[in-house]
């Protein structure tokens, strides 16, 4: 089946830092790979997305690269700020009819002043 | 745009009553809708898929009669927590999957048992 890994943290940095949260994932046929962002107390928001090997989602100074020969996609962020704290959850969904979105167990990142 | 709400957003109910709790994707139709439950500090456990028009897919170990869904119509899906005890207090997370099949999710719901 379906799975993700992803660093499990949690991460601390001081702003103007540069993150990277590491994520895997084992599917078969041609996965979708999400990053969701979550807020304390809120849902979850899409950050990034990509649909196809070699693909790079960006969104907010956030960018992962679909790398299809490791498994991986990766988030990273040049300067982080305060405003950046949150859990980060990547995702992926199976191909054709296979719908379920299938989470890691989130990375808790905190950012320091 | 994808915009889906959830109501309420904090509910507190006494052990052996019912709570409905609705979604709604509010600029989109959503053909599918997703129920998650999230305990402190941890992953989102996926309870059902609700599809318009039919019956909700349940994941195993979820119990149909203790967590009623309803999909409505194409913008509005609803969980009832039947009969809920103390070990429901939980958050519970809802979905709407657009045409292109990104899952946009709401705030939550904050269920407290007494």
């Known amino acids: 089946g379906n799975s993700v890994t992803q660093m499990e943290g949690p991460v601390t940095l001081s702003e103007e830092a540069f993150l990277t949260i590491n994520c895997t994932y084992t599917?078969?046929?041609?996965?979708?790979l999400f990053w969701y962002v979550q807020y304390p107390g809120e849902g979850l928001q899409l950050l990034l997305k990509?649909?196809?090997?070699?693909d790079k989602g960006s969104n907010k100074g956030f960018e992962a690269t679909y790398r299809k020969e490791t498994t991986s996609f990766h988030l990273e962020k040049g300067s982080v700020q305060v405003s950046d704290s949150a859990v980060y959850f990547c995702?992926?969904?199976?191909?054709?009819?296979?719908?379920?979105?299938?989470f890691g167990k989130g990375t808790l990142l905190t950012v320091n002043p | 745009g994808a915009v889906v709400s959830q109501h309420p957003s904090r509910v507190i109910c006494k052990s052996g009553t019912s709570v409905k709790i609705e979604c709604r994707s509010l600029?989109?139709?959503?053909?599918?809708m997703f129920w998650y439950r999230q305990f402190p500090k941890k992953s989102l456990m996926l309870m059902a898929t609700?599809?318009?028009?039919?019956?909700?897919?349940?994941e195993q170990g979820v119990e149909k009669d203790k967590f009623l869904i309803n999909h409505a119509s194409l913008t509005l899906s609803t969980l009832t927590v039947t009969s809920a005890h103390p070990e429901d207090s939980s958050f519970y997370i809802c979905?709407?999957?657009?045409?292109?099949?990104?899952?946009?999710f709401g705030p939550g719901t904050r269920l407290t048992v007494t």
């Open positions: 609700s599809n318009e028009g039919s019956k909700a897919t349940y």
């Open positions: 995702a992926l969904r199976g191909g054709g009819s296979n719908y379920k979105l299938t």
């Open positions: 599917a078969t046929g041609y996965p979708s």
């Open positions: 600029d989109f139709q959503a053909t599918t």
């Open positions: 990509a649909t196809k090997a070699d």
């Open positions: 979905s709407a999957e657009t045409s292109a099949y990104e899952q946009y």
